[in-house]
């Protein structure tokens, strides 16, 4: 499209947002302040670099095989950047553990040092990339359906010393960056089937976590995830909602909220004016669960805007922090990365162009039609020719202008692997 247009069609969204007091240049100062966390895992289905590398296990999945996964740490930076060069903004990169500089060494969880991510410290260093961590207790043989909360000692010692050193890697992350690294922990713990156990479980996970977060790690920050179930544990998840923002709120951690964690009918949304009273910050997971966690490409869909709303609404911008968690092996990963990117921030722009205050009034007042008029008119309103400006500012390519780029980038790459 015509650069000239595209600015034409703006200065048009300007002036009408300008009529519900919305000043769009603000918003679009507030959108370049909008950083999400690019989960490296969309690039290559959760695979990793380990050496001794298995199946995938710990109740997800990723399903599909489509051409030009990344094979390797280089394959999967050269993924990562081009994936950067469509998205406007400036983004961080979410590691998970099993993704270090291995180097054709075999090294075991409980091995792992900050050593093994020196070459990604440099690399996010060379390209202005703030990173964040995950520890990884699934795909490995002692994952099992327990770890953090096994009864058996060994394994959990196994899986608490494994989590213990990613902390100590953040916290070298965090240092390296100037900017604190946040942490995810996340752990799949739980029953395929009835058991007495429960108790047992959660109070072990307690006394686990307790002990990991011992250690006090000032230039990292620590999130818990809690979920509904994983596959093949579907009876029992120790890790459940209830349990970690217990104990998120008793021992300020930051809660990490997965769009597609929850019950089907239960909105992630309305989590965040629930727990925000009692919890510091969050961590979106933001994702598309298309029946179960199925991990589907994020897209505009009423629930993530809705939570991105509720952000806004909350005035809790600055109190949350926005990871991706998708992962999409049936389609073009790098297709997969944009499209997830941009919508989320198209619904973060929608978010701030909402003219809360005016909304908040009339509901105030009790009148209620105007509440639904303005929020119906919102949806129309010209926020894609904000969008549009926005790429254009950021020198990215405007609309579906990307997806040539991502063609060029299979001819002249990803075919070839
Ligand atoms: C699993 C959790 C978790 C993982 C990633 C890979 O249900 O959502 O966050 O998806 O850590
Ligand atoms: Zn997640």
């Not at 494994?162 to 965090?174: P, Y």
């Not at 307690?206 to 818990?224: T, Y």
């Not at 297709?335 to 619904?347: F, H, L, M, P």
């Not at 908040?360 to 007042?365: D, G, V």
């Amino acid at each position: 499209m015509k650069t000239e247009l595209i600015s034409q069609a703006y200065a048009v969204a300007k002036e009408r947002y300008a009529e519900i007091g919305i000043d769009t240049e603000k918003v679009l100062t507030q959108l370049q302040d909008f950083h999400l966390s690019l989960h490296c895992w969309q690039a290559d289905d959760v695979h990793g670099f380990e050496v001794q590398a298995g199946a995938m296990s710990g109740g997800i999945q990723s399903t599909g095989d489509f051409p030009g996964a990344a094979r390797n740490i280089d394959e999967l930076r050269q993924d990562i950047l081009e994936a950067k060069s469509l998205i406007p903004g400036s983004h961080r990169l979410n590691l998970h553990e099993i993704y270090g500089d291995f180097k054709g060494k075999v090294v075991d969880r409980d091995e792992v040092t900050v050593e093994y991510f020196q070459s990604w410290i440099d690399w996010a260093k060379e390209h202005n990339t703030l990173l964040d961590f995950n520890s990884s207790s699934f795909s490995h043989p002692k994952s099992g359906s327990l770890s953090l909360a096994n009864p058996d000692k060994g394994i959990r010692d196994f899986w608490i010393e494994h989590t213990k050193r990613c902390r100590d890697i953040a916290n070298a992350m965090g240092e390296a960056q100037g900017d604190p690294c946040i942490m995810n922990l996340w752990v799949h713990d739980g029953c395929k089937d009835v058991s007495v156990n429960h108790a047992l479980y959660r109070n072990t996970l307690k006394q686990s976590l307790d002990e990991i977060f011992a250690k006090p790690q000032p230039m990292m920050k620590d999130c818990i995830e809690g979920k509904v179930f994983g596959i093949g544990l579907e009876s029992f998840t120790v890790g459940s909602h209830d349990f970690y923002t217990a104990y998120a709120a008793k021992y300020d951690k930051i809660l990490t909220i997965d769009t597609g964690h929850y019950h089907p009918t239960e909105s992630p949304a309305d989590k965040v004016s629930a727990v925000l009273p009692f919890v510091k910050e969050l961590m979106l997971h933001v994702s598309r669960p298309v029946r179960w966690d199925s991990d589907h490409v994020t897209i505009m869909d009423d629930p993530t805007q809705e939570l991105f709303s509720e952000i806004v609404r909350a005035g809790a911008l600055d109190r949350v922090h926005y990871g991706l968690d998708f992962f999409d092996g049936s389609i073009n990963r790098i297709g997969a990365y944009v499209i997830g990117s941009r919508s989320a921030q198209k619904c973060m722009l929608r978010a701030l162009l909402e003219p809360q205050q005016t909304i908040s009034q009339y509901e105030l007042a009790g009148e209620g039609y105007k509440v639904l008029a303005l929020m119906e008119e919102q949806k129309a309103m010209p926020w894609q020719a904000v969008y549009d400006e926005f790429c254009l500012r950021n020198n990215v390519p405007v609309g579906q202008a990307f997806i040539a780029e991502i063609d060029k980038y299979v001819a002249d790459v990803t075919s070839k692997r």
